[in-house]
C-alpha cells in the first residue's frame, strides 16, 4: 500500500525514505556484496518477518546466483524494546557448515537479537557470518558486532513499512516512515 491508504495521515508522521531511494540503495550494496564475495557462494539468510522485502530486492539485485534460507527468531521485549532472550520460532533448512552465510535483517535497534543470532549461526561452522542490514539505529553502534552492510543509519524513532511492522500492520506499506507516537503509546 502507498502512504495515502494509512487510515489517518497523523499515523505516519514522515516519510523517511521513499521506495525508490529503498530499492536505489539496496543496488548499491548489492553491487559491493557482489564485489567482495567474488569466487565464494553467498547463502543469504533473512530474518522473519521483517526482512522478507529487504531480500526480495535485495537478492534480485544481486547480478549471480545466491540460495536464500529463512530464520525466524521471536525477542522477548517490553512494546517497542526488544530484551536479548531470543527463542527460534523456525529454524534454517541449510547446513551452514563451510557456507559463506550473509544475514540479511529489516533494522538494527539494540542489536541484541542479531549478536544473539551471530553466535547461534557461528556455533554451526559456517566458513563466514557476515550482515546486511537496511537501517540501522544510534543505540546498534555500542554493539560488539560488526555490521558489514549498512544502507541507511536513521535517528531513534519508531518506524513502520517495507517489511517494518507496529502489531503485523505497515509490512505493506511500500515506504519507510516514522510512526507518530500517539499510535504505540
Ligand atoms: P534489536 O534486538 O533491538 O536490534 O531489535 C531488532 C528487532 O526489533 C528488529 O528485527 C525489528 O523486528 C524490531 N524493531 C526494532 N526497531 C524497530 C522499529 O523502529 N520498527 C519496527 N520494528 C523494529
Given at each position: ?83 536479548g532472550?531470543v ?21 538494527i535497534?539494540t542489536g541484541l537479537t542479531l549478536s544473539w543470532l551471530v553466535a547461534n ?10 550482515i ?8 546498534a553502534?555500542?554493539m560488539e558486532v ?40
Open positions: 500500500m502507498e502512504r495515502e491508504h494509512v487510515e489517518s495521515d497523523l499515523d505516519l508522521e514522515q516519510t523517511l525514505f521513499t521506495e525508490e531511494q529503498i530499492v536505489d540503495r539496496l543496488r548499491e550494496m548489492a553491487a559491493e556484496i557482489d564485489a567482495d564475495y567474488e569466487g565464494r557462494d553467498i547463502l543469504l539468510v533473512g530474518v522473519l518477518k521483517g526482512a522478507v522485502m529487504v531480500m526480495a530486492d535485495l537478492a534480485r539485485a544481486l547480478p549471480r546466483h545466491v540460495e536464500m534460507d529463512w530464520m525466524a527468531v521471536s525477542s522477548y521485549g517490553s512494546g517497542t524494546k526488544s530484551s532472550v527463542r527460534i520460532l523456525k529454524d534454517l533448512d541449510t547446513d551452514i557448515a563451510g557456507r559463506h552465510v550473509l544475514i540479511v535483517e529489516d533494522i535497534d549461526l557461528r556455533s554451526r561452522h559456517p566458513a563466514s557470518v557476515e546486511a542490514t537496511l537501517l540501522r539505529k544510534p543505540d553502534l555500542q560488526d555490521v558489514k552492510y549498512v544502507g541507511f543509519d536513521i535517528p531513534n524513532a519508531f518506524v513502520v513499512g517495507y517489511g517494518l511492522d507496529f502489531s503485523e500492520k505497515y509490512r505493506n506499506l511500500r515506504c519507510i516512515g516514522t510512526l507518530a507516537e500517539h499510535v504505540y503509546r
